[in-house]
């Protein structure tokens, strides 16, 4: 599928398929919606209300791997280490990832940026003494792990363009990969994908969303 490049609301790009009508991050702001999503309702909600010193994350569709990279710079600044596993059945190109912006908004490090993605297929990979990466090419229906995860960032496409990704056998993956009070964030608030998490055993919270969505979900393994 041909994927263009799309500013978004708060100046960082994303890839838009056309398609599908469908864009990795929301038009209203790519990084704006990553680090209230997944930073602020994920990794700040999980680690102000438990003591590891050392966090398992996985992320369901790595894409541009904004969501790796935000963690990334949040693990270099905090007192904990994080263990970070992407999984994407479809990778981007170098040529596509080169054409973000996401280093210079952030005055960040391009050359760290372009390491996540260079990382080798199923290798796990110290990317800096807090932050260590895995990345997974496969379907998300292909995931079998168990209690291994403190927290998960479901952002795959939404459920108008992919259904089968938001499905009671989606997610009972979901909750059988996180740990006893485990957290699922997602920026999706769809009742089909609410009621399908519910029904695997998720306690399920609606929360106000990022700019241009009113709410998103979180999801607690109970």
Known sequence: MKRTLLKTGDGSYTLHIAEWDEQYHSKHGAITEALHVFIKEGL???SAKNTATEIFIMEIGFGTGLNAFLTYLEAEKSNFKIDYTGVEAYP????????LNYTSLLNASKEIFLQLHDVTWEEKKNISEKFRLTKQKKLFSEINSENNFHLIYFDAFGIRVQPELWTEEIFQRMYNSLKPNGVLVTYAANGNARRAMQAVGFFVERLPGPPGKKEMLRATKI
């Open 92 to 99: 981007l190109s170098l040529s596509e990832i080169e054409k």
């Open 44 to 46: 700040y909600h999980w």
